[in-house]
Each structure stands twice: as structure tokens, then as C-alpha cells.
Nanobody, 120 residues
Framework: VQLQASGGGLVQAGGSLRLSCAAS????????MGWFRQAPGKEREFVAA????????YKDDSLKGRFTISRDSVQNMGFLQMNRLKPEDTAVYYC??????????????WGQGTLVTVSS
């Protein structure tokens, strides 16, 4: 099983990025797919998740209003659309697949991470 995260980059505050997560060896929609992030010097934190039934979960209302998690079952890919980015969103973003929702321990497979840098 491999997860490949991509789409990170450098963007100005207020801008947008769309992260992608391509899966091989695993059908993404059958499991929870989550996005986590880790900023320098901080612990990895939950960002968003999508359940097999399509229910979505977000870290908090602030992220829910700016980020949107989705997936494409045909392409076996997941996405994280990030709008109105803020400097505090700067982090390495990871996609993951498993049976957890908010807890990293609940995810069995992880992508390698993609760096998002938001300049002020």
C-alpha cells in the first residue's frame, strides 16, 4: 500500500492550494481518509477526515470554513482544498488511510507529506 501526497508549495496569505493523495494497493473510499499536518517544532495534528459513508470531520470550525476534504472513488484519490490560507497553516501535510477519525494512531497507512508554506 502506498499513499502519495502532492500539491504543496509556497503561497501568499489569502491564497489557495489543493492537496492530492493518490493511493495504490488500497481502496481509499472503504476506509477513513485523513489529513494531518505538522508544523516545525509542533506535534502532528488532525486537520480533516472523510468517512466511508462520506461524512466529513474537521479540526475546528475555523478550518471547516476554509478547508474542504473530498475524494474521487474512480481515481482512488483524496483531496484537501485549502482556501484563505494563513501563515499559521504552514506545515507538512500528510494524508492517511485507516479506521480512525481524529487520532493519528487510528491510521495505518501514511503518505510521505507535502510542504505547505504560507507567507505573510
Amino acid at each position: 500500500v502506498q499513499l502519495q501526497a502532492s500539491g504543496g508549495g509556497l503561497v501568499q496569505a489569502g491564497g489557495s492550494l489543493r492537496l492530492s493523495c493518490a493511493a495504490s494497493g488500497r481502496t481509499l473510499w472503504r476506509y477513513f481518509m485523513g489529513w494531518f499536518r505538522q508544523a516545525p517544532g509542533k506535534e502532528r495534528e488532525f486537520v480533516a477526515a472523510i468517512a466511508p459513508n462520506g461524512d466529513t470531520y474537521y479540526k475546528d470550525d475555523s478550518l471547516k470554513g476554509r478547508f474542504t476534504i473530498s475524494r474521487d472513488s474512480v481515481q482512488n484519490m483524496g483531496f484537501l482544498q485549502m482556501n484563505r490560507l494563513k501563515p499559521e497553516d504552514t506545515a507538512v501535510y500528510y494524508c492517511a488511510s485507516g479506521n480512525g477519525v481524529y487520532q493519528a494512531l487510528g491510521y495505518l497507512y501514511w503518505g510521505q507529506g507535502t510542504l505547505v508554506t504560507v507567507s505573510s
